[in-house]
């Protein structure tokens, strides 16, 4: 389906509001465009026609009121179609947003993983602004535009059927200049598009990465590839300029002279071949309506760039709402016992190049299994697969005895907790931080989350407790602060599986305790991962799997492995400080 296709779509499911609009607009075309018939009226039976026996007052001042009272009308019932027409588009753009957004809900991690976070916003935010100003500015000027220009002809045509004919020249004009327009624009146009997005990326990871730009002192680098995506962005824009400065206002002109020139040379033959001469109030009606004419033509013209400007956003909009995504899934289960077993698995992010390959191990319930090995060894692969942000190439992964790709994502992350090294906190309060607005995670639950963990210990100077403020990312908090309002949260869901990824690593000696001697009780009756990289953190842990690329190539317990000497106690010895 055309994109153009897909936005009148958009609009039928609002064409109540829209049909409505358009008859307020009809009726308030109607009586404005009555005026000049008036005022032909007036001038050819009242002033022209009584110049020897005096001007009649009554009948004139009757029309004129007539004259006010459909000015009056026009304004009214344009005031009413303006509302409306606005309305119906916010609506439109309003319903447009929402279902974009919980697009992205829906897609893959892998997406996100391709594209900078800036070119998703700037799709949800520029690019359905540009849609908006499609339906509230574009389609009201087209729709406004056109009635008048429908209710001009009807005018010209009952006034004179042949001049009227004659003027028709003006819309083959205008449509063949729309085309042409839109030929040259529409590519313009998507390079600027693709820069905006760019820079809106740029800008996003610049923000996100400033302490390092800084301390690194690479401020001049990032000025100078912003100010490259910046002129491309410029030059594009000039090009468009150039073509709608040289053609769109000098377009409107020169048809308007020719009409003017027809109209004159019409007219002026007219008077010559016939025995009475055309009226004044005839002359003056024409005049009026040619003069009408242009005002509509213009705001057509004037809107080329933004039509082309928001259809190529539009074009941008709805490739993202292509994008294959999972319905997110509001059916639950109860909740399961924890058994994990991995049976040849084998995983690639792209193509064949796979990551894990042949990955075999069960986890029992209330077990931990801890997985270490090098940077790329797999560690991470394993979670992202349990979690089902990614399916198994081969093989299955079963929970229960239940192969996971049968269940929907979410039905099975609800028993699932997970704490990451980086934990991401959202803006809001350490409370809302820990329930996520579920409104099945209490205050109380939360409180005793923070407890189960030793949070209380460290969150207790805190000014206003649970209620704290939390900025983006939890900036202000400490890296301990922050990693245990993260371990809290998992917690408050009570979930079967606990995945911990490094969860220790950012945190002070003595948080790294307090944590430590939590997890000796919160770990029964729960199955947990641990992704480690500080051995000396999971040498209680029921199973140890040594990765190493893709592979595990050492299984057992820490004693069992120390005494294999291989990979593993290898490892432990360099952190330990103990002789090779």
Avoid: C
């Avoid at 000396?536 to 069992?560: F, P, Q, W």
Wanted: charged share 20%; glycine share 8%; proline share 2%.
């Amino acid at each position: 389906m055309t994109t153009g296709k897909r936005l009148v779509n958009y609009a039928v499911q609002f064409k109540g509001y829209f049909i409505g609009g358009m008859a307020l607009l009809a009726i308030a075309v109607g009586a404005d465009l009555l005026g000049p018939i008036i005022a032909k009226q007036i001038i050819d039976n009242h002033i022209a026609g009584a110049a020897t026996g005096g001007i009649d007052f009554e009948p004139i001042a009757k029309l004129l009121a007539i004259f006010f009272g459909l000015a009056v009308v026009t304004a009214i019932f344009r005031y009413g179609q303006y509302l409306m027409l606005q309305s119906t588009a916010n609506r439109i753009v309003q319903k447009m947003r929402n279902e974009l957004y919980q697009h992205i809900q829906t897609l893959p991690i892998s997406y996100f993983d391709n594209l900078p976070a800036g070119k998703v916003v700037a799709r949800v935010t520029n690019d359905t602004e540009a849609i908006r100003h499609l339906y509230v500015t574009v389609v009201s000027q087209f729709a406004i535009s056109g009635m008048y220009i429908i209710g001009i002809y009807i005018a010209l045509f009952s006034l004179d059927s042949k001049m009227g004919a004659i003027l028709l020249f003006v819309l083959p004009l205008l449509y063949i200049w729309m085309i042409l327009y839109r030929k040259f624009a529409s590519k313009v146009n998507h390079v600027i598009r693709a820069k905006v997005s760019d820079m809106n990326g740029m800008i996003n990871e610049s923000i996100n990465g400033m302490t390092i730009i800084q301390a690194f002192g690479r401020e001049k680098q990032m000025e100078d590839e912003f100010e490259e995506l910046n002129t491309t962005h410029y030059e594009y824009q000039t090009k468009l300029l150039k073509v709608e400065a040289a053609t769109s206002h000098n377009l409107v002109n020169a048809i308007r002279s020719i009409t003017f020139v027809i109209f004159i040379w019409y007219f002026a033959g007219a008077s010559i071949t016939t025995e009475s001469a055309v009226s004044v109030g005839l002359l003056y009606a024409f005049v009026d309506y040619i003069t009408r004419l242009f005002n509509p033509v213009t705001g057509i013209v004037n809107q080329f760039a933004r039509l082309e400007h928001s259809l190529v956003a539009a074009e941008r909009v709805f490739q993202l709402m292509d994008r294959t995504g999972e319905p997110v899934s509001d059916e639950r289960m109860e909740r399961y016992e924890g058994n994990v077993t991995f049976e040849d698995v084998w995983f690639a992010y792209k193509d064949e190049e796979y990551v894990l390959k042949d990955i075999q191990f069960e986890a029992k319930r209330g077990e931990t299994v801890a997985l270490v090995g090098h940077t790329g060894s797999g560690k991470s692969s394993i979670m992202n697969l349990l979690f089902r942000f990614y399916d198994p190439v081969k093989g299955k992964i079963l929970i229960d005895g239940v192969d996971i790709t049968s269940l929907p994502r979410q039905t099975i992350r609800n028993h699932m907790g997970i704490v990451l090294q980086d934990p991401y906190l959202f803006t809001g309060t350490v409370e809302s931080n820990i329930s996520l607005g579920d409104a099945r995670i209490s205050r109380e639950k939360v409180q005793q989350s923070l407890e189960a963990v030793g949070g209380e210990r460290v969150l207790e100077h805190l000014p206003k407790g649970i209620e704290e403020p939390v900025v983006e990312k939890g900036s202000t908090l400490s890296s301990g602060q922050r990693q245990l309002i993260s371990f809290a949260r998992a917690l408050a869901f009570d979930p079967a599986i606990l995945i911990l990824d490094e969860a220790t690593s950012n945190i002070d000696t003595e948080t790294e305790e307090i944590i430590q001697h939590a997890m000796d009780v919160l770990k029964k009756g729960r199955t947990t991962f641990i992704i480690a990289h500080r051995l000396s953190t999971i040498k209680n842990a029921d199973k140890i799997l040594v990765l190493d690329r893709g592979e595990i190539a050492e299984s057992g317990t820490h004693d069992e492995l120390v005494q294999l000497d291989g990979q593993y106690a290898q490892m432990y010895k360099l952190q330990s400080g103990i002789s090779v």
